[in-house]
């Protein structure tokens, strides 16, 4: 429908990239879908989304003058697609899902997020091209053409709009999926001989996870891949979200580090019975110091304690008294006797 040249804008100086469409007088609606790229990609300015500069006619021709990516699409060569590992294809999602948050912020739904429509430039930057057939999130036209036929590329399609239902931020989200699916694995989650059969995987068939496939990467990544191929819209993260987790480097699936253990003191066994217990060291009597000779005096003799005394006489007198009265019981019994 188009063709792209590299030029240079005389006026700033600079190399640009001008697309010319290409056929639209046969086309009116192809020309409408032209014109709003020109106007939906003129409001996005992020980093990751090709900037649009300009818009017009030429010799009969529309043209859209665009920011010049020096790099390839991630589509790669018809019957050899990308393969990149794990690494790169988080940050191509960190990117990619960054460019399709800036668009939703503004109301824009891309509705055909594809290899593509993915540019990396020489610096491994990725940046989102090709909003021509984008609408805005209010538009009631979002869903289908004018003659009835889904706007987008099958591979990629989210559900709902197989289903027929309007675009929305989470079926961009959906695609996207569906491209990171394919950068890893070398294959799109769903293919069929027939259009209608490949609606119906993506409607019903849930995809294949890629590490039974046969994919070298982290449980974490892959659960997470496998969140934005969920049917149901709403179970489908955020693009922001997206593009915070993979910046994150949580994909990596790197455990947490353990906290220090603090060193226990190993118990001692106890001896057993009947062991002696190991005695304490015998250290040799230490002799009094020499006392100096003026201490040398005589030492006043010890009175002793009066109580001492007593309890020491105590039995004394005991064994007295008893030999008396013994000695009157004997003499008391004799005079009876002899009288």
């Known amino acids: 429908m188009g063709e792209v040249w590299r030029a240079t804008d005389e006026v700033l100086g600079r190399d640009v990239a001008v697309k010319l469409m290409l056929g639209h007088e046969h086309d009116p609606s192809a020309a409408e879908r032209f014109r709003m790229e020109a106007q939906t990609a003129a409001r996005l300015s992020h980093p990751h989304v090709v900037g649009v500069f300009d818009f017009g006619t030429w010799d009969g021709k529309l043209y859209l003058v665009m920011e010049l990516v020096s790099g390839d699409s991630l589509a790669g060569d018809r019957g050899r697609p990308v393969v990149l590992g794990a690494e790169q294809v988080a940050t191509v999602a960190a990117h990619a899902a960054a460019g399709l948050a800036a668009a939703h912020r503004q109301g824009v739904v891309h509705r055909d997020i594809k290899p593509g429509n993915l540019l990396m430039d020489a610096d491994g930057t990725v ?87 046969g994919v070298p990467m982290p449980a974490a990544f892959e659960a997470y891949l496998l969140s934005l191929l969920a049917k149901q819209p709403e179970q489908r993260p955020s693009a922001q979200a997206i593009a915070d987790w993979f910046a994150s480097g949580s994909w990596r699936d790197q455990p947490m580090p353990l906290p220090q253990a603090v060193p226990q003191p190993v118990p001692q066994p106890a001896p057993p019975a009947g062991a002696y217990a190991p005695r304490a060291p015998i250290t040799a009597p230490v002799a009094p110091a020499p006392q100096p000779r003026a201490s040398r005096r005589a030492v006043p003799p010890v009175t002793e304690n009066p109580l001492a005394a007593i309890s020491r006489r105590r039995p004394r007198r005991t064994a007295a008294v008893a030999g008396a009265v013994a000695f009157v019981v004997f003499l008391l019994i004799g005079m009876a006797w002899l009288s």
């Open 127 to 213: 940046k989102l091209a090709d909003f021509g057939i984008a609408r805005f999130v209010d538009d009631p036209s979002a869903g289908l053409t004018t003659t009835g036929q889904i706007v987008g590329t099958g591979l990629y399609l989210a559900p709902e709009r197989a289903l027929g239902q309007p675009a929305s931020p989470a079926s961009d989200v959906y695609s996207l999926g569906c491209v990171l699916y394919q950068l890893l694995t070398g294959q799109p989650p769903f293919r069929a001989d027939t259009a209608t059969a490949l609606l119906y995987q993506h409607i019903d068939t849930p995809p294949t996870p890629p590490r039974q496939l």
